[in-house]
RNA sequence: GGGGAGAUUCCCGAGUGGCCAAAGGGAACAGACUGUAAAUCUGUCGGCGUACGCCUUCGAAGGUUCGAAUCCUUCUCUCCCCA
C-alpha cells in the first residue's frame, strides 16, 4: 500500500486531491476548523524550514480557523523515527519541558498566543492503559510498519530497531484522535505519522481529519537545511541578519521560498513566480520582496524596512554599517606600534598569521577603507582605527 | 563467537616506502565581474618565517628503515558478512 510506506513519495496525485476535496466538503460546513500542528521539543533553536507548517497555521489562523499547536512532551520521550537512518538520542520528561519554553517562544512569533490553543501530549498519552495501546497496536499491520523506507533500511542494514520507535506513528496518530481536530499540519515526510491519525480516527468511528502536508524547504544553497550548512535562516535571527541571509538564497530556489515561507496573497505569489519567470528581470528585486514579507512577518513591517535600507546601504552601495564592533586593546597590546598581522591574531579575529597574510595578500585587507598590501603594515598606537576585513567584517580598533 | 573491511588535513575521498603538507570534489575565504551576500570566473585553503627553509599532521602507542600516511606489533573505535 503506497500511502503507508512513509517516504517522500507517497500520497501521490490522488491522494492530495482527494485530501483537497475532503477539505471543500469540510468548509461547507461554515464553521472555524480545528487545525492542528504538532512539534516535539526536541531542538533547542530551530529554523524557518523547521516553521514551513507553523508559518501555514498562522494563515489558517489568520482566516478565523482555530488552531492547536501541540507540544510533543510525550512523543519527544521517543523521538520520531521518521528519516533518521539509525536510533535517536532519547531525552527525559524535564529535558523536553525545559526545551518545549524555548520552543513556544519561537513559535508564538508567529502565532498569536491569545488565538493559540497549546497542548500537550502527555495529556492523553501517560493515561492510556496497555488495553488501550493494545487496541490502537491491532489497528496498524506490521507491514506498513517495516515497508517504510526508513525502517526498511534500518532493518536491511542489519541496525538496530526497537519496538518503541515503531510506536511514534499511534502515538502521534492518538493525538489527531485526542484533540478532534479536522486538519493536521506538517512536512511532506510526516504523512505515514499524519495518516496514522486518520486510521485511529476511522477506528473509533470518527470522521478522519484531513491531511496538509507542505514539501521540504531547502536551505539557502540548495543543500539541506542545516545550522552546521550554515545555510539557515534561523527565527531567532536578527532582521538584518534574516534580510541577508534571505538575499543570499540561490536564484532557482526563489520559487519554493515564495511558496513555502511567505505569506503572499495566493496570486501574489503566482505574480511573483511568473515574475521570475520573465526574460530581463532582475531577481534580485523579487527576493527582495521574499525578504522583506519574511522579516516582516518575525519582527513586523518597520525591522523589515530598516533591514532592507541597511542591506541597499551596505551591501549594495557598499557603505558602512550602521553598528560597527568596537574593540579596546588591552594594555599589553596598547602604546606601541605592532604588526597589523600579530593584532589580528592577538584580537581573536583570525586563527593565525598565515591567514591575516593571505587576506592582505589577496587585496581583504582594508584599514580605514584603504586596501593594506604590506604584509608588514603596523598600526601606530592611539585612536580609533577602521578595519575591514573581506567583504564584511568590520571593527574598529580603539586604544 | 567466527570471518572480512576500515579509521587520511573542516566534510567526502585518493594515496601501499622517498617526487606527500598529502590528488580530486564539497564547504569556507579573497578577488574580479555582475543583476544580490545569486550565478560565473580566478586564486587561496596545517603552523611559523620576507625567504632557499623549519615544525606539526594521515585513529593511539611502539618498532623496522638513511627515509613511513604507506611495512610490522599491540591497542582503541567503526562498519559488513556468517552464526
Redesign the pocket.
Known sequence: MNTATGGEETGGRSLRAQMASELRERLKEGRPLRVYLGADPTRPSLHIGHFVPVQKLRVWQELGHQVVFLIGDYTGLIGDPTGQSSERKRFTHEQLMEMAKDYTQQVFRLLDPEKTEVRFNGEWLSKLSFAQIIELAAIFPLKWIVSRRDFADRLA???SLRLHETLYALMQGYDAHALECDVQVGGYDQHFNLLAGRWIQEHFGRKPHICWTYPLLMGT?GRKMSKS???SIDILDTP??M???C?????DLLPSYIDLTTNFAPAEAEALKARLREKGV???EI?KQVATNLVTQYHGAEAAQAAGDQ?QR???DKALPDDIPEIALPAELAGAPIAWVDLI?ALNLA?????VR??IA???FYVEQETITD??ATRAPGGTTLVR?????YFKIVG
Open positions: 542494514r542489519g541496525e544553497d550548512y550554515g545555510n538584518e541578519d534580510y541577508g541571509k538575499m543570499r538564497i540561490s536564484d532582475n531577481p534580485m527576493k542591506f551596505v551591501v549594495q591574531v586563527a593565525s598569521k598565515g591567514e593571505r587576506l589577496q587585496g581583504g604584509p608588514a576585513m573581506g567583504k564584511r567584517r
